[in-house]
């Protein structure tokens, strides 16, 4: 029982590298995001999608692109890392109608 | 602009007694409020969530109280374990039913001593 798989759990880029943070989940839920957790700033919404297809910004999205072409995928690329991207990334699914949200485990960003 | 506030970064609970972890927000359109519980290395896992249109949701020794007045919640643990001491995060959600958009507060960092 896998939940949401994210990988890889640690990278680090150099500025102006590119790379995907992947995430899966096996729940089949429609909804997924990514969020950025930061100190003291709390976890803050990347990008958010509520099916396959369908993407929407959230609170922080410049500088990722998403796209969900499955249900099962949401992938989060970074297309020229700054150093301002060096962050802990969670990406959580959930389904229609219910609050809680599931989240992976996390992929420690370092940007140098 | 923080629309959900959490004022204490930590709290120091002795084992057994109640500890009573504290979130304000000013957003009015939130209609739904969690709390998650993240370990280091983890992460956050669902805790408690409670509606707009109830001021208190129980779940064994959580509970969740609702202020709308005050714009206030508060996660009550009783009785405090060590395996509760962990970072707790409240969220809020503006889309009722919906947790593909929430917005989380700064955490607080509980520790429950022996």
């Known amino acids: 029982n896998a939940g949401v798989t994210q990988t890889p759990k640690f990278q680090v880029l150099k500025t102006g590298q590119s790379m995907t943070l992947q995430c899966a989940q096996d729940?089949?839920?429609?909804?997924m995001s990514w969020y950025r957790q930061d100190p003291g700033m709390g976890l803050r919404l990347i990008h958010y999608?509520?099916?396959?297809?369908?993407?929407d910004q959230g609170e922080v999205p410049n500088g990722y692109n998403v796209s969900r072409s499955t249900t099962e995928d949401f992938p989060l690329r970074l297309l020229s890392a700054a150093p301002s991207q060096t962050s802990v990334y969670f990406c959580?699914?959930?389904?229609?109608?219910?609050?809680?949200?599931?989240f992976g485990q996390g992929t420690r960003l370092t940007v140098v | 602009d923080q629309q959900v506030k959490q004022n204490s970064p930590s709290l120091s609970v002795q084992e057994g007694r109640i500890s009573i972890l504290n979130c304000d927000y000013t957003?009015?359109?939130?209609?739904?409020f969690l709390w998650y519980k993240k370990y280091p290395a983890e992460g956050p896992t669902f805790l408690i969530s409670?509606?707009?249109?109830?001021d208190k949701n129980e779940d064994g020794r959580f509970t969740v109280f609702l202020n709308k007045s005050a714009k206030h919640l508060s996660l009550h643990i009783v009785p405090s374990q060590p395996g509760d001491s962990a970072v707790y995060f409240c969220?809020?959600?503006?889309?009722?039913?919906?947790?593909?958009?929430?917005?989380f507060g700064t955490g607080t960092r509980l520790q429950v001593t022996l």
């Open positions: 959580a699914s959930s389904e229609p109608g219910r609050t809680e949200a599931f």
């Open positions: 969220a809020a959600s503006s889309y009722s039913g919906t947790a593909s958009k929430l917005t």
């Open positions: 409670i509606s707009s249109i109830k």
């Open positions: 729940m089949n839920h429609e909804y």
């Open positions: 999608s509520v099916g396959a297809g369908i993407t």
């Open positions: 957003n009015s359109m939130f209609d739904y």
